[in-house]
């Protein structure tokens, strides 16, 4: 069983809207949590990076929260463009090791 | 850009062909990476290069074979590949080992599409 699970699997909103993307996981203890980016055809580019210790982080109209106590992510993305489309990723990273927890994404498409 | 290339961008090969592809970083970093994406799996790692050394070999069968001959350039050799290794092939580099907290972000390149008939 994948230690991070992502939903919803895709999405399609309208331009302009806001939108929730989330991220359940089990990996315990952990050191980050990151989501990424990436566009068709594209390697991943990251959006945020929050320790364990973080609440939430934002970058732009990108808002990430983290509750580590109910091991939960969540990406907010304000007032979406087209550009906006891609795939989101959830990774969280332990302590030890070099295992990153990659989520299979949620795809989001932004439509006029 | 994200300063990490990646050629060739798309690959196909029969499966008693012998191929590499290349990854080169241009940001100074001493950790490289091979992931693997298939449709619908999240990303798999493959391999991990600290200052050229090999640090992690996540039980990848033997028919991939990575190279790391300095901190810029890394290579994935491949041979009598099978139609269930294609996939997107993505080379990944980070300052410092990516456990390391942010310090360690990865920055990927553009990845390898690759299709083994």
């Known amino acids: 069983k994948n230690q991070v699970e992502q939903s919803p699997q895709s999405l399609i909103i309208l331009e302009g809207k806001n939108c929730t993307l989330q991220?359940?996981?089990?990996?315990?203890?952990?050191?980050?949590l990151r989501w990424y980016k990436q566009d068709t055809g594209r390697g991943p580019v990251s959006l945020t990076i929050?320790?364990?210790?973080?609440n939430t982080k934002s970058n732009g109209r990108y808002t990430a929260t983290l509750d580590a106590d109910t091991k939960q992510s969540s990406l907010h993305i304000t007032a979406s463009q087209l550009s906006d489309s891609a795939s989101y990723i959830c990774?969280?990273?332990?302590?030890?090791?070099?295992?990153?927890?990659f989520g299979t994404g949620t795809s989001l498409t932004v439509i006029p | 850009e994200t300063g990490v290339t990646q050629t060739p961008r798309h690959l196909v090969m029969g499966m008693t062909n012998k191929k590499s592809l290349k990854c080169e970083q241009h940001?100074?970093?001493?950790?490289m990476y091979w992931y693997k994406q298939s449709a619908k799996k999240p990303l798999e790692l493959m391999f991990v290069?600290?200052?050229?050394?090999?640090?992690e070999n996540n039980s990848v069968p033997s028919r991939f074979s990575p190279e790391c001959p300095n901190s810029s350039h890394l290579f994935l050799h491949l041979h009598t590949l099978q139609p269930e290794d294609s996939a997107l092939y993505l080379c990944?580099?980070?300052?410092?080992?990516?456990?390391?907290?942010?310090?360690?972000?990865?920055?990927f390149g553009p990845g390898t599409r690759l299709t083994v008939l």
């Open positions: 990944a580099s980070s300052l410092g080992l990516a456990g390391g907290g942010p310090g360690g972000e990865q920055f």
């Open positions: 991220c359940n996981y089990t990996v315990s203890p952990f050191s980050n």
């Open positions: 929050m320790t364990f210790s973080e």
């Open positions: 990774v969280v990273i332990p302590f030890t090791g070099n295992q990153f927890y």
């Open positions: 940001l100074g970093h001493n950790a």
């Open positions: 290069y600290s200052l050229e050394e090999r640090v």
